[in-house]
């Protein structure tokens, strides 16, 4: 290596020397890495809050000495929480924010009472501060309100609607936001297997009947008819005791099925009857003759006006809607379930499968084990013994004990009721 070649190389390190010097002194001391540690004041605040678990670098803000740093507890969540849930006071917690950070819609502490028992109106995430429009006092109201029936539907579920009257709706009780579960009844019967018909089939036997005709001449003709009879509902043929063959028929025509109940637990009450959006309130522009403008100017105070307003007619179309929505004229119900128990109960209410509801408490969604229920369940369950046949039964006409002769619909005669009249 030759002279020139290490001159150009310690050319090269001052150069790289001096732009690292510049570089600490351009920085300032907090990131010169040999400057001492500046000493923790009372101004050094976090602002961001640690999650629970994990171990986070608090970020710290440095203000002058003589400046003042206003403080503001806003109300957080201290859990996951899901949309529909109703508060209390355990999964709430008080925290710190810098003033210039807190917003208007945000809970404060000294609203913390206030906010314990509503509703989350969506989804709120561990350690998120708690808005005034994501609470409200009634799920069911703003959804139905401001949202539609969907805001309602929780996740993972599915809404159809089904017939519904007062008679299979707990007398008509029911109401948005209810849990119930469906009672379905419904009636399996045998077919045949060719035909796919409900049993008993018909019969058709055909008899040869001859028929003698005489012509003008004398002669005599046999003519041999296949006449038909028709047998409804066909039964089984039994020899009889006198030798003859009969057609025992049974006393209906259609076989008697198998009745089966079930139940699907824990559906959600979307909206009873028909959902009808409410009209929001107009409120039109005043306009003011320059005589209104300058009443308006001297007394503050704008004339009022006797004539009916929009807002007034879109508070009484709200009452008749209201009035409409009455659950004891509703003729349908929109229930959430699981995909595929919706499918299960299109399937009960194509078949005209018996469909009933019953009401649960609030707040039950407890799942019970329920057993299907037909005849050999009732007769298991309850030990009930089916009767033998009897040859003999007590009789219960009312004329067994009479004096012969004598009935009870026997009406008097005159000539006796005049007797006893007299006597």
Known sequence: MNRRVVGILLILLVIVAAILIGAFFFLGDGNNPFAPAPEPTATSLPTVAPVIGEPTEVPVVTVAPDETVELINVVVSNNTIPRGFQLTAAELEIEERLSDQVSPNMIREEQLESIVGKFTRKGIFQGETLTVEALVDDLKSVGQNDFGPSSLIPSGFVAMSVPYDRA????GGIEAGDSVDILISFLLSPVDEDFQTKLHNNAILYVNEEIESTDEE???TVTSVRVPFLIEPQGRYEELPTGDLA???????TA????????IQNARVIEVGQWIPPIPPLLPTPTFTPEEEEQLAETGQAPQDSEVTLSDLANDVNERISDLKNPLEADSILIALPPQQQVFLKYAVETNSAIDFALRGAGDGQLYAIDNVNLDYVLERFNIEIPPNFTFVVDTDE??????GETADEPATEGEGAATDGE
């Open 247 to 253: 057609n025992i028929a049974p006393s209906e025509n």
């Open 218 to 220: 004398g002669n005599v």
């Open 168 to 171: 299979h709706g707990v007398g």
């Open 256 to 263: 008697r099925g198998q009745h089966v109940a079930f139940v």
């Open 399 to 404: 004329n067994t004990f009479r004096p012969i």
